[in-house]
């Protein structure tokens, strides 16, 4: 509980802070970044901040775990039809008690890195994709705190936007090659469908699942998402401002149960 307590002391107040600064966007393409913000590859450098704490961990039920999330979206203009934008997630990570006599950890877990290959236009039928490489990067401060182990795979990204609608799917797949041969190799999927409506008004209400199986523990994790989101501005920054919560339908042994609650905050940057 004092990792929610912590979350919510320096998260909420920011929150409360920006909503109330009047900095809410009132140009007419605010509701089109918004929707652009749903798009994982969009044409967009982006720095989402996201928080989200579990709790109920470990074989007792009394550990927790706060994870914030940094994960900069930045694309590069490799030419007239082809972007490359990378997906970098680097997570600090607070946990609690997540096994008995395990005591607290905080610092860094591993990174994991996408990079889509996409078209800078959709296909006729109105398709958006992406398609490339995912790394996971032993970066871990605590031997608690990630796998230590280095891993692979490819990675897709299928979508379409349909007037206020934005739905599809973002998927990968890890294999560990290298690290340390005492800790548990990766063979791990991983598939987010992720459903999104975008009002005149910037608000954005989205329908996600972070989903994914162990294939060597054959095991599942199945959180289901729900958030709302509004753009306003600071300054000239657009931000996205974004409150969820999710319920883990599906867990691991010894994982997180029950509810999950998720802060963010997408700072958009210029090109």
């Given at each position: 509980?004092?990792?929610?307590?912590?979350?919510?002391?320096?998260?909420?107040?920011?929150?409360?802070?920006?909503?109330?600064?009047?900095?809410?966007?009132?140009?007419?393409?605010?509701?089109?970044l918004?929707?652009?913000?749903?798009?994982?590859?969009?044409?967009?450098?982006?720095?989402?901040?996201?928080?989200?704490?579990?709790?109920?961990?470990?074989?007792?039920?009394?550990?927790?775990?706060?994870?914030?999330?940094?994960?900069?979206?930045?694309?590069?203009?490799?030419?007239?039809?082809?972007?490359?934008?990378?997906?970098?997630?680097?997570?600090?990570?607070?946990?609690?008690?997540?096994?008995?006599?395990?005591?607290?950890?905080?610092?860094?877990?591993?990174?994991?890195?996408?990079?889509?290959?996409?078209?800078?236009?959709?296909?006729?039928?109105?398709?958006?994709?992406?398609?490339?490489?995912?790394?996971?990067?032993?970066?871990?401060?605590?031997?608690?705190?990630?796998?230590?182990?280095?891993?692979?795979?490819?990675?897709?990204?299928?979508l379409?936007?349909?007037?206020?609608?934005?739905?599809?799917?973002?998927?990968?797949?890890?294999?560990?090659?290298?690290g340390?041969?005492?800790?548990a190799?990766?063979?791990?999927?991983?598939?987010?469908?992720?459903?999104?409506?975008?009002?005149?008004?910037?608000?954005?209400?989205?329908?996600?699942s972070?989903?994914?199986?162990?294939?060597?523990?054959?095991?599942?994790?199945?959180?289901?998402?729900?958030?709302?989101?509004?753009?306003?501005?600071?300054?000239?920054?657009p931000?996205?401002?974004?409150?969820?919560?999710?319920?883990?339908?599906?867990?691991?042994?010894n994982?997180?149960?029950?509810?999950?609650?998720?802060?963010?905050?997408?700072?958009?940057?210029?090109?």
């Amino acid at each position: 509980m004092n990792s929610l307590k912590t979350m919510i002391r320096h998260l909420v107040p920011l929150v409360c802070a920006l909503l109330s600064a009047h900095a809410i966007a009132q140009d007419e393409g605010a509701a089109d970044l918004a929707q652009k913000l749903t798009n994982p590859v969009a044409d967009l450098i982006s720095i989402p901040v996201q928080a989200n704490f579990d709790n109920n961990i470990g074989p007792l039920d009394d550990g927790s775990k706060l994870q914030t999330n940094i994960q900069p979206v930045i694309p590069f203009d490799l030419n007239e039809h082809w972007n490359l934008i990378t997906r970098t997630i680097v997570p600090v990570i607070h946990q609690e008690d997540i096994f008995p006599g395990a005591g607290s950890q905080f610092g860094l877990g591993d990174i994991n890195l996408s990079l889509f290959l996409s078209p800078k236009e959709a296909t006729a039928g109105g398709l958006i994709w992406g398609a490339g490489p995912v790394f996971l990067l032993p970066t871990a401060t605590d031997t608690l705190l990630g796998g230590e182990k280095w891993g692979a795979g490819p990675s897709f990204v299928a979508l379409r936007m349909q007037g206020p609608w934005t739905y599809g799917m973002l998927a990968n797949h890890l294999w560990s090659f290298a690290g340390d041969g005492n800790r548990a190799d990766l063979n791990n999927t991983f598939v987010q469908p992720f459903l999104a409506y975008t009002t005149p008004t910037a608000v954005t209400l989205s329908l996600q699942s972070e989903t994914s199986y162990n294939w060597t523990t054959e095991q599942w994790s199945v959180p289901i998402n729900v958030s709302v989101a509004k753009l306003v501005k600071i300054g000239r920054l657009p931000v996205s401002l974004q409150a969820g919560i999710g319920y883990w339908a599906e867990s691991p042994d010894n994982g997180p149960e029950e509810f999950r609650f998720r802060l963010q905050a997408n700072l958009v940057l210029p090109k």
